[in-house]
């Protein structure tokens, strides 16, 4: 038996909603064309590379009078990349549209993430298995992984195993990158002839994977009231004590969605966008300058704390450190063989190799750096061949940095205050959390649509549930093609196909929202205090949604 706590046992009892569209059941549904797609960018290339399932149209769903009769079929299910609150629920109501389309019909799910259908590592699920995880945060009810799906032998072990159990559909859940591996399987699937579908699920707690039809990754709004939560309780510290700078760093690598919604839902004193800092080319001493004039400033006025919010991926759109870190992750990539460098005994060896062939001006930016940080630049790369920015302590960094230029200010008599600083970075704790009402409701949605992509026989979309700031009822489901979010970046040295990232538009309301309170806030302690997601009670508090989704939309309403 397992030991749950009293929220926990609540939650497995929450029954989420569909839209009025699905809550009719698969078998009642109509599926609508909208006009045919095209890539993002790099259309020619991309239409050569997918050549089997680009250019097709976007879909929606509607309810009918008329019933259909749906096949058994064989589903598998894939859980890749990060882990993002929700998760078990689109697996959940793709389990449950499954069965209640018939009986008859298996969901597996592939364990351990994409690995799984390659290695052929499964679990057939039933209501006992899956009742256990419903409503419930994190990936482990199969695990979760990074293995890429990108190699013709990777294909035909995952045909194999489909074949061995009569899967006719695989269902992958993930981010941008995941769902690029999901669109290569789905071509070579369609290419070879195999009759074997592949829907994506929009998952990524950074918020980078949207668009017109996708209006917000799942994970994105739990995560983000979570984190807002913790801003909250440091904020009311800082207020307390009056003695502290907390540096928070915000997960996020490429894109600021979180630390951009984490600071709406806040009000820190301070809070950096990267892209901002890359549209204004902003250098790492003018990004020093920018924070030091609010604290020197808020010193003046006997206020030696505050709130930092920092994006992860901040250096990466310094440009000087992007210039420095594109050409280090390409050295990298050649030095993995070099037996000169993996065999140097020193870590200041490793420096000296990698300076040498380092350009003169990204050679300069990197002896300038701490040591430390210079040591985790050269941590082993992700996946994609990347510096892991997470890795890096970029509140650290700037801690530091700032703490030197105020001392030269005291010493000019510029600067009468005391800097004590705390550095803080919110990842893992957002990242398999309670899933919000919002949460569990989309991700329900989510899981059971991609089933009703799967009966109308569509292949290389993704799963788009929209209108996402109206009640459930007044959802719209649907799909999009997976090549339609497409462009050609370059990955390991090497122009491939991936889906772009949405970033944050400096020109839209969300950001504006925030540049028009930036002073105020820096200034005059606006702190608010979100406090804990809330499950029961009224609608008003335990279903609203992100500030960014309500900005959005409200927005396009305006220009409608």
């Known amino acids: ?202 998952k990524t707690i950074d918020g980078d994977l949207k668009n017109e039809q996708i209006e917000i990754s799942f994970g994105f709004d739990t995560a983000t009231k979570t984190y807002a939560e913790l801003i909250g309780n440091i904020e009311r510290d800082a207020n307390s004590a009056k003695k502290y700078w907390h540096f928070i760093k915000i997960m996020g690598r490429s894109a600021s969605h979180v630390a951009l919604e984490a600071a709406l839902q806040s009000q820190p004193n301070i809070t950096l966008i990267s892209e901002e800092v890359e549209t204004k080319s902003m250098s790492l001493a003018s990004v020093i300058d920018y924070m030091v004039d609010i604290i020197v400033r808020r010193a003046d006025m006997g206020k030696n704390f505050g709130i930092a919010v920092i994006p992860e991926g901040l250096i990466e759109f310094i440009p000087e450190m992007k210039s420095m870190i594109a050409n280090l992750n390409d050295i990298m990539a050649e030095l993995e063989n070099d037996s000169v460098f993996v065999n140097a005994s020193t870590i200041r060896e490793k420096f000296e190799i990698v300076e040498n062939r380092l350009s003169a001006d990204n050679a300069k930016v990197y002896n300038s750096l701490p040591a430390l940080i210079k040591t985790q630049l050269l941590a082993d790369r992700d996946p994609h061949g990347n510096v892991q920015v997470s890795k890096i302590e970029t509140e650290k960094l700037l801690i530091e940095m700032i703490s030197t230029r105020l001392d030269e200010l005291k010493s000019e008599g510029k600067y009468i205050g005391k800097f004590n600083a705390q550095a803080h970075f919110f990842g893992y704790e957002g990242r398999c959390a309670f899933p919000s009402n919002f949460d569990a409701d989309y991700c329900y949605s989510l899981g059971y649509n991609a089933f009703a992509l799967i009966s109308f026989g569509l292949t290389g979309y993704l799963s788009s549930v929209r209108n996402l700031t109206e009640p459930a009822s007044k959802w719209i489901a649907g799909g999009v093609p997976l090549t339609m979010m497409m462009n050609m970046e370059r990955r390991h040295g090497e122009m491939k196909p991936v889906i772009k990232k949405a970033l944050v538009e400096l020109d839209g309301p969300v950001f504006k929202k925030l540049e028009a309170n930036r002073e105020d806030w820096a200034m005059n302690d606006r702190y608010l205090f979100a406090g804990a997601i809330q499950y029961f009670g009224p609608s008003s508090v335990c279903d609203i949604t992100t500030v960014t989704l309500q900005l959005e939309q409200a927005s396009k309403l305006l220009n409608v």
């Open 1 to 202: 038996m397992k030991n749950l706590s009293p929220l926990q046992e609540e939650r497995l009892k929450y029954q989420p909603k569909l839209p009025a569209s699905l809550a009719g059941g698969i078998s009642n549904l109509v599926a609508k064309e909208g006009s045919a797609t095209e890539s993002v960018a790099n259309q020619a290339e991309i239409k050569e590379l997918f050549q089997n399932t680009y250019g097709k149209p976007t879909i929606t769903f509607a309810s009918s009078n008329e019933s259909n009769t749906i096949e058994a079929r064989n589903v598998g299910v894939i859980l890749s990349g990060g882990q993002a609150p929700g998760g078990h629920n689109v697996i959940a109501g793709l389990y449950d549209a499954i069965k209640q389309s018939n009986p008859n019909s298996k969901l597996y799910g592939f364990l351990g993430g994409p690995s799984g259908i390659i290695d052929g590592k499964y679990v057939e699920f039933t209501d006992e298995f899956i009742n256990d995880y419903r409503n419930t945060g994190g990936f482990d009810i199969i695990g979760s992984g990074r293995t890429k799906l990108e190699t013709e032998e990777q294909f035909q072990k995952s045909l194999a195993v489909c074949q061995k159990l009569g899967i006719t559909a695989v269902v992958i859940i993930g981010g941008d990158d995941s769902n690029t591996n999901a669109a290569l399987l789905a071509e070579w699937f369609v290419k070879n002839n195999t009759g074997i579908q592949v829907i994506g699920c929009p």
